[in-house]
């Protein structure tokens, strides 16, 4: 039963290098939606492969609100802040789609090699769980530092948190629901502040380029 | 939980709720005032009686909490009654909704209130992610391309770097389970009270990303890249509360850590860690100091210094300790009276350049007085609170080890203040005719709510210097108990 959560946890590296390998905002958004979608079926995933049957109460809301919040609100949000903003694709990166996707192989690297040294203390159902968020993790801040869209980097936020998410699951039962679905509320509504920003700024400014904005001295 | 904690948040979050649903700035103003008034109310009331946190209970209070609450419930009355005058009778800038100001202010003290109540690692980040998102629309109150740049920097660099704090979350969690996976979870007194046992590795890594991703928030170089825009382009009551309260509430995020790094006997190397980035914060700080041209970014720079004097202090450890947490009581308060009183060049000169502010003690007499008083108060100048806690941090790193700590700690000092200094006083001496007036003169009232608060800090401060009161002792010594300092 093991094989679920792996193969879910490589989609996630999978989908992180896809978001980093193309220029399409719109392709971009979705690929973090499916991200959600899968964040959603992990908790489950896992718990099937620790033998717990039934699913837990905790869970099953855990898994809900992720994918309430992460494959459905956050996504819908930026959908419609693209079409607001009009924009479609990330010109001109800071660091080239190519550079993009050789680093962020690199990262993938760097996050297994991490994974093997730190070794959890308990079992958790998939070795590929450490090197699933830390790589995440890496690729979420690439696209934070490396583009110039604020949409991008909003989605590299996601993808961040993402894999601190994934990372959560291995205290999953210790942790009271209550905070868990606050810190998905927080997200939920960091990313709507962050829409009603863009949106201002492409007011503003006219475009959605954050380096453009740099009247501010050092 | 005793009524009086939930009453810290349910109060704020009722008044700003019901400022939401109103439709004038007067009642909203009147909400803003008695939520703040009740606030600093319930908290006098605990310093009268501390009801003891219940075990695992997800909201209580202990000394490090009492203190960030305090210094918050204190610096919010304070910029709320300066907001009065400064919502009512307008700016130089025409903001483009002002009756979010209000709701927005009490949903950020919401938010502080919780940082400092949390007993759970999971809800503290909750709450601490919560400030940022309180605040950011704040920032970009006049809606100014700057601001708006502003906004943008802190909310994203601000969420990315606690992000990081969640994961260092999640690995205290990690070195805290049992080879079954079960642990005692991420309640602070749960782990407290497991703390010998919590795996090393896994206790060190998730220091260190806690102190990188609080360390964002707190503003410690080389993470501050934000804190000179958000603060430079808020309004100045918001600046006074960004820098005097919030910059607290990132730093006991990390103290909750470093806490169990002592209980668990691992601090050492935490506390080099704190070491590092509180001189680096102090460096940059003291240096960026020279060469500003705008009074406000002038402040948040110096705020930038004096988190790394605090860091310095607890990083120090011992009787450094104790002085470091007295810094973070004269910083709040001293700075939020500095960022109101730039409120009033900002309003008397329309500017924030400092060329743009000649001859400030015969237009505002007054502000430029408090103006000047606080320069030296925060240069550690005697009878002053910051010499009492500046002086305590150097002779302990003169006792300790390494007496060349304290010697760059006060060298590092000096050269901050003289670049203040060196900022400030022109812009109070000089002919005041050729820079134009902006605004017409504030009725008495008005001029009361604006000098009235940034006194009465000011004061407080200077009362800091002469007499550390017996209770404020009492709490900062158990605060700095917990953080492995001499009690």
Known sequence: MSDIPDLLLGLLILVGLYMVSTSRLQACVRASALQGIVLGILPIALEWTHGIVPLSLHVITLSGGAIAIKAVAIPRLLLRSIREAGVRREVEPMVSLHGSILLAAALVGLAFWLGRQMTLPFPVGSDLLVPSAISNVLLGFLLVVGRRKAITQVVGYLALENGVFVFGLTLAQAQPVLVELTVLLDVLVGVFVMGIAIHHISRTFDHLDTDAMGSLPE | ?487
């Open chain 2, 1 to 487: 939980m005793s009524p009086q904690i939930a009453l810290l948040v349910l109060l704020p979050a009722a008044a700003g709720f019901a400022a939401w649903l109103s439709r004038s700035v007067r009642a909203q103003l009147v909400l803003l005032l008695g939520a703040a008034l009740g606030h600093v109310a319930v908290v006098g009331s605990l310093w009268l009686h501390l009801p003891l946190p219940t075990p695992g209970a997800l909201l209580g209070l202990d000394a490090l909490g009492l203190l960030v609450l305090t210094l918050a419930s204190i610096i919010f009355l304070a910029s709320a009654l300066y907001s009065i005058p400064y919502l009512t009778e307008g700016t130089h800038d025409v903001p483009s909704s002002p009756l979010r100001y209000v709701p927005l202010l009490l949903a950020f003290l919401t938010a502080m209130s919780l940082v400092a109540l949390s007993r759970h690692l999971g809800l503290l980040w909750a709450s601490v992610e919560a400030t940022t998102l309180a605040s950011a629309p704040l920032i970009y109150f006049y809606r100014r391309p700057g601001s708006l740049e502003a906004a943008w920097k802190y909310l994203l660099i601000c969420s990315v770097g606690i992000a990081l704090a969640l994961l260092g979350t999640f690995f205290l969690g990690v070195a805290a389970a049992g080879p079954d996976g079960r642990g005692p979870g991420l309640g602070i007194d749960a782990l407290l009270q497991a703390a010998p046992t919590l795996h090393p590795a896994w206790l060190r890594a998730a220091f260190a990303l806690a102190l990188v991703g609080y360390g964002t928030k707190m503003g410690l170089a080389p993470l501050h890249t934000w804190l000179p825009d958000a603060h430079g382009q808020s309004p100045s009551p918001v600046s006074g509360l960004l820098s005097g309260a919030l910059l607290n509430c990132a730093l006991l995020g990390i103290l909750r850590f470093y806490a169990i790094d002592t209980a668990s006997g691992h601090a050492a190397v935490s506390g080099r860690m704190m070491l590092v980035l509180g001189f680096s914060s102090l460096f940059f700080g003291a240096a960026s100091l020279w060469g500003q041209r705008d009074y406000k970014r002038l402040l948040a720079y110096s705020s930038v210094e004096n988190m790394g004097i605090i860091a310095v202090g607890i990083g120090i450890g011992g009787a450094a300790t104790y002085g470091g947490l007295l810094q973070l009581v004269n910083h709040g308060l001293a700075k939020c009276a500095l960022f109101l009183l730039s409120g009033n060049v900002l309003r008397a000169y329309g500017t924030t350049s400092q060329a743009g502010v000649r001859g400030a003690a015969r237009r505002i007499p007054l502000t430029a007085a408090l103006l000047g008083v606080g320069i030296f108060a925060m240069g550690g100048a005697p009878p002053f609170g910051f010499f009492v806690s500046e002086l305590t941090i150097f002779l302990d790193a003169m006792r300790g080890s390494a007496p060349w700590i304290g010697a760059a700690f006060i060298a590092l000092i000096g050269i901050g203040f003289v670049a203040m200094a060196r900022a400030i006083f022109p812009m109070l001496q000089g002919e005041d005719a050729d820079c134009p007036v902006v605004m017409g003169r504030r009725s008495s009232a008005h001029r009361f709510l604006a000098l009235g608060p940034p006194a009465a800090l000011l004061a407080l401060v200077l009362m800091l210097g002469l007499h550390v009161p017996h209770s404020l002792d009492t709490i900062l010594r158990s605060a700095a108990a917990l953080l492995g300092g001499s009690p």
